[in-house]
């Protein structure tokens, strides 16, 4: 029986109570691909296209990866890192959910992105200013609020000089902490980017053609080449 968004998003949610209850909530997001046995309408996030928000900004810069490298966080089901690849990136995609890397694999058996298993807070030292251009979406707004700093960091981390990042997330004024996912992020907890050492080059604060709309931000960093003097 395949779900309606609204019941898949009821069940996630009491899954990641039961997790979050335990303190364990990294576990909830295998738990969610293993139960969903290959079925995309149990995963809440998973459209199985790529994000439109992403491909609209990519199309607009007229994004070209020229062998350049790029790094996919929380990956989910793989579609931004393909889109990614045909763009000319080297793609390494990687989630915490080998469920999900697995999955993806099955999905797209040609691939030339190479998906990975992997915890963003335990990232392979060879990743660390690395990557060309990474991509973040919805990742940070599914974790608890004590580790999104971490996450921002981590993800700074993996960017080489003159590298380029795009989050995009759901987004308020005020952060509500009740402990509902997905749970979107403020202007000033994003700023965590900015104390890694990243220039802001475009805040986008829009809302989608979602029923209701949904407000997003999309935020493209740079980090410099030079080392910043402030
Ligand atoms: C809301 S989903 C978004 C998936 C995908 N980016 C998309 O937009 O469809 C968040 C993803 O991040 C992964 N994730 C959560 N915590 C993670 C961590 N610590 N390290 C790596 N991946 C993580 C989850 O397994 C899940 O696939």
Redesign the pocket.
Known sequence: MTLDEQQAREKAQHLYDTYTSRGDV?NY?STLYQQAQGDASAIP??DQQV?THFKDWAERQQLQGNNRRALVV???LGD?AEYLASLGFQVTA????PE?IEWSKRRFPETQVHYEA????ALPQAWQQTFDFILE???IQ??PHELRSRAMECISLCLAPDGNLLVICRGTENEERDGKI?SPLSRQSLSVFQSCGLQEVAFDDFYDQEEPPRRRFRIHYHLSNTPSNS
């Open positions: 990294l997001f996030w998973a994000n929380g990956c989910g931004d990687f989630d915490i959910a999900a992997a915890n963003l807070f979406i919805y990742t599914t974790l997905p």
